[in-house]
């Protein structure tokens, strides 16, 4: 099986500095690697993934990633946030079978 | 394009009151339907998955239940509801080729 940690339950950064949100997972197995973000009372939205080939990789609302496999990990990035980037992230993986594991969160506070 | 669809958007129930989730996809035939559970504070918990009409997977023992009666839609049940059914329930699916998985706007459920 596979499991995700998500060390920073929640990470305030101010409006327009860049963020690095953390996600290591573990699996004796390849995997496939998501970010998922929620806004308030509402369902998960797929920012970005990683299935293959280049380790970088862009996502929606400026946001990217990195697979690094030696650290096992997959941390999200973006340069310069905005006030509409405040939400929950979620890390997710996957070996490709049904299941998703999913880290429990971090909560992502852009402030003015 | 696929949407997803649930109802209702939030939902206040008594304990020991039967419960009836729905979910339905559009734009896409033959895709893996999920329920996940979401707890606050939480990350997300697989509940039950569908690879077909009437092919349902548990994940997690408990006392719902989930049928899959059309090949779109997807129904979460109890017959008598816990307080620990609280949470946020998601749908969500995936075409069969696919390993990125996509949420519906959710369930909030109170169990009071």
């Known amino acids: 099986a596979q499991s995700v940690t998500q060390l920073d339950s929640q990470v305030p950064v101010f409006e327009e500095a860049p963020v690095e949100l953390r996600c290591n997972y573990s699996s004796s197995v390849s995997v496939y690697l998501f970010w998922y973000v929620q806004y308030p009372n509402q369902g998960l939205q797929l920012l970005l993934k990683y299935l293959s080939g280049s380790t970088l990789v862009k996502g929606i609302n400026g946001f990217e990633a990195e697979f690094n496999k030696s650290q096992t990990s997959f941390h999200l990035r973006k340069p310069s946030v905005h006030i509409s980037d405040t939400a929950e992230y979620f890390c997710a993986v996957t070996s490709g079978a049904n299941n998703l594991f999913f880290g429990t969160g971090t909560r992502l506070t852009v402030i003015p | 394009s696929q949407t997803i669809h649930q109802w209702p958007a939030t939902l206040v129930q008594p304990v020991g009151s039967p419960l009836s989730l729905e979910c339905t996809v559009e734009?896409?035939?033959?895709?893996?339907l999920y329920w996940y559970r979401q707890a606050a504070g939480r990350g997300l918990q697989l509940l039950f998955y569908s690879v077909g009409i009437g092919q349902i997977s548990s994940e997690v023992p408990q006392n719902l239940s989930a049928s899959r009666p059309q090949d779109r839609q997807f129904i979460l049940s109890s017959k008598k509801l816990l307080l620990s059914d609280s949470g946020f329930y998601l749908c969500a699916w995936n075409p069969r080729e696919g390993t990125a998985k996509y949420f519906g706007p959710g369930t909030r459920l109170t169990v009071t």
């Open positions: 734009g896409t035939s033959n895709p893996n």
